[in-house]
């Protein structure tokens, strides 16, 4: 084996980072590109969190219940947790290496200036 195609394997053995996919493997600052494991990871928390508010919420509402006066301390703190979640989510979106392009098509771009 040749020195030339012992590192051609060496590159394509090391892991992808968690924010990027096969094809866009390396790049130079933080940016999310879709479809990698750490935006389907985020995404599955954000449905789980929309999920606790579309359901949770409105029972909260109807029924009067004040989690304060009630000692409702892990629904509070649950609260709290998935209102800061989709605060970060803004954030990330910021982050996503998604843009289209002048012809209405999909171009990834992880070039930060370009987002």
Not at 9 to 36: A, D, G, M
Not at 46 to 63: C, E, H, R, S, W
Request: aromatic share 14%; hydrophobic share 50%.
């Amino acid at each position: 084996m040749t020195e030339s195609t012992r590192i051609r394997i060496l590159k394509k053995s090391r892991p992808v980072p968690f924010n990027l996919t096969e094809e866009y493997n390396s790049v130079t600052h933080f940016v999310i590109v879709p479809f990698s494991k750490l935006f389907n990871i985020w995404t599955g928390c954000l449905l789980v969190a929309f999920g606790y508010f579309l359901f949770i919420v409105p029972f909260q509402i109807a029924l009067e219940y004040d989690i304060v006066e009630d000692g409702g301390t892990p629904h509070l703190v649950v609260d709290i947790l998935f209102d800061v979640m989709f605060l970060v989510d803004i954030y990330l979106r910021s982050k996503l290496a998604f843009v289209m392009n002048e012809n209405g098509e999909a171009e990834i771009q992880v070039d930060t200036d370009q987002i």
